[in-house]
């Protein structure tokens, strides 16, 4: 389980579906500031969640020194929490003084390994400096994860067999595979959205490619039916990421039409999904939830871990 915190809305790309795209006028922007990510972070520990996931648009407000800033305050009051971001593209040095800082992961979805279509989803921007990002984040030692969107106009199955040979490829720790939707104030408004079929079908299929992957059963699944995200745990996902972003915001960070969870407090949302995963038959696990391949590389300690893990089930009694 990961807390997200969506800090800020606005965003330079002007990625055809997204609703905080540059060209979006309607879109209603938001920073939050340094405390009230702080704020954000102090509730998910309280929650029990050992991992964050700020996530923003490609906002440059957000510089390398105030990004290091946010981790090292975040790091010095829980050093044993992991840092996930999901900030879009930088450079290799940026990423570099992040992770020194003490980011441990990255989120930077590849969106389409087709060139054709990446192109057209993204006017402005290179499908060759995407992927070497990824490269780089990998390089520099960060957990990475790539991902697609399922049903995005005009993708084939051909499309889809392409992302499926690209993250066998990448081998990334993660990959965020999520239905498209449409945003009301974005030019692919009167397109379909991606089936719940097709989306954990594709999940299925990323879980038997690589097995070790961490696979979130997104918000955008849940979104489209109302057991969505049950649907995709039981497909082969094993993450989720219950919003911890302040609920004054929630409704801004509007990247397609009908997200979920926009009225729930943080704590609603813990424990909506607990209940959730229980029920579908699973247990929830309350560690950094690294994973699994990565800690044998990095000698983790399995033993502190649990000792971990078993605190917060005494703290949460
Ligand atoms: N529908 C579904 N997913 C979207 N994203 C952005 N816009 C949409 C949309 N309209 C996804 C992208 C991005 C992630 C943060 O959200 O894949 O990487
Ligand atoms: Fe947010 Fe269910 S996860 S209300």
Redesign the pocket.
């Known amino acids: 389980m990961r807390g997200l915190i969506e800090f800020t809305n606005f965003c330079k790309r002007n990625?055809v579906?997204?609703?905080i795209r540059r060209s979006n006028t309607e879109a209603d922007r938001y920073r939050l500031t340094k405390e009230d990510i702080m704020e954000c972070v102090d509730i998910g520990d309280r929650l029990g969640y050992k991992t964050y996931v700020l996530?923003g648009g490609e906002d440059d407000y957000f510089t390398d020194e105030v990004m290091i800033e946010i981790i090292r305050m975040i790091k010095e009051k829980y050093p044993n929490n992991a840092i996930t971001l999901?900030l879009g593209e930088r450079s290799y040095e940026s990423y570099k003084k992040m992770f020194e800082a003490g980011a441990d992961r990255y989120l930077l979805?590849h969106?389409t390994a087709t060139k054709e279509l990446y192109d057209e989803l993204h006017p402005g921007a290179s499908f060759e400096e995407r992927r070497q990002c990824l490269k780089n984040l990998k390089e520099i030692g960060y957990q990475v994860g790539a991902?697609?969107?399922v049903g995005l106009p005009k993708q084939t199955n051909k499309d889809l067999v392409n992302d499926l040979l690209f993250v066998k490829e990448l081998e990334p720790h993660m990959c965020?595979i999520?239905?498209?939707?449409?945003?009301k104030d974005?030019p692919?408004k009167n397109n379909k959205a991606g089936t719940l079929e097709k989306t954990t079908t594709m999940l299925a299929l990323v879980r038997l490619l690589l097995p070790n992957v961490l696979l979130p059963s997104t918000t955008?699944l849940g979104s489209i039916d109302p057991t969505g995200r049950e649907k995709g745990i039981k497909a082969g996902g094993n993450v989720v990421m219950p919003n911890l972003s302040p609920t004054s915001v929630r409704e801004k960070y509007s990247?397609?039409d009908g997200k979920i969870c926009t009225g729930d407090e943080a704590a609603e949302c813990r424990q909506c999904i607990e209940g959730r995963i229980r029920k579908a038959g699973f247990k929830v696990e309350v560690t950094r939830g690294d994973n699994v391949a990565w800690k044998k590389e990095h000698g983790y300690n399995f033993v502190e871990e649990k000792i971990q893990a078993e605190n917060i089930r005494i703290i949460n009694k």
Do not use: K, V
């Open positions: 990625c579906y997204c609703g996530q999901s979805r969106e991902g697609f969107m965020g999520g239905p498209f939707i449409p945003h974005t692919l955008a990247l397609y």
